[in-house]
């Protein structure tokens, strides 16, 4: 089977997932999901892509800046009250990378070598990826049991495209066509606890421990054009499965802080596998660091601008059925690190009749990309998120 999509699933699935979390859990995601949030699945992403979750309520409300939409966990929703929400995300990815080297399709069909399973004879690649689209639909909810306390569920909808070209035969340059190949359905199930240890009146600092649960499929299966001209329906590569197959620890940390209009904060999250699925394999541990800056124009009115950087090891393993001489069916070229930048708004629901409720959004660039192998570059993300505080 053919593919191309990287851990934004993990964005998805930990910027998507994540992102949906975070728009919860916060009073002021996406995703992660990268989306996100929560793709990024997506990604991601993922696509898992991997995700993120959705905001936590402040310490005071009527002065504590919201974090951005992709940050889990920085505000909290307070002793008694519910925050609902959901955070759709759009994650694009274009052309092809080997580290952070751009490679046209010509080159990647006559120079690079991968085999049509882990431990079979190389040869080369006979499909690339050129264009990914992952979407993804974050929702979740977060209760606060006491003031400093949180309780955060999400999971989250993908839906997965990617046009990739085939080539003819066992080498050469001519295009046998291309292969339209996609998934979708619900991914993993994420719930997370959130805690302020500490907080004055400028910063404060909470921890987040919590788990994804094995919710998506990662037996989804795909019909693909080969490079012999027929249509085969397989297992589909690991980028279109929904889901991880795995429980994974979701431990992070975020400090946050303002003065009059002006916020700021710096934020760790990752997302840890515990062993691999029952397919035979698991995807490299995701980590990603956030730094911050906002600016509070009027209340609940706000714009930032933050950097993401992310780093995530190859897949673990491998599952027997996933076969093919593409990017995506081969579990060592996955992973890498990430640096994107987000500018992104947040609206309170004052400005449109429902004060309960705050609209999000964030536009996301790379500004650095270093992949493992060959695999398909992101271009763009989009995420949006609105919630409603009960």
Known sequence: MHCAVKIMCRRLTVVAAMATIALISTDGRAADGNAPDPGATPPQAPAPQPPAPLGVASLNELEQPSAPLGIFGANLPGQGHLVVGVAP?????????????????QYAV?????NYAPGL???????????????GVPFGASYGLTKDVALTVSSIYLDKHQDVTVFK??????????????????????????????????????LQFG?????????VDATALTNSGIFKTGRAVYTLQLGTGTFDALPGVVY?????????????RGRLPLDKNSEGYRWGNYNEFNVWAGYSWLPKLETSLRFSGSTQGQIVGYDPKILGYGPCSNPDWFGGQHIDMFPGVTVGGRYFGVPAATAALEFGV???????GLHTARDYSILTGIKYKI
């Open 169 to 206: 035969g066992m080498s050469g340059t001519a295009v046998q066509g291309t292969s339209h190949t996609g998934s979708s359905g619900f991914g993993d199930t994420a719930v997370v606890g959130a805690w302020r240890v500490y907080h004055d009146s400028m910063n404060q600092v909470n």
């Open 211 to 219: 788990m994804f649960l094995p919710t998506g499929s990662a037996t």
């Open 366 to 372: 790379p500004l650095y990309q270093d992949l493992n």
């Open 121 to 135: 004879t190389t040869h080369v690649v006979r499909n690339d990826p050129q264009d990914v689209e992952i979407w």
């Open 256 to 268: 946050s802080g303002f003065i009059d209009n002006v916020s700021w904060g710096a934020s760790y």
């Open 89 to 105: 995300f759009f994650n694009k990815l274009d052309g092809s990378l080997i580290g952070s080297q751009s490679v046209s399709q």
């Open 110 to 114: 006559t120079h690079v070598y991968t």
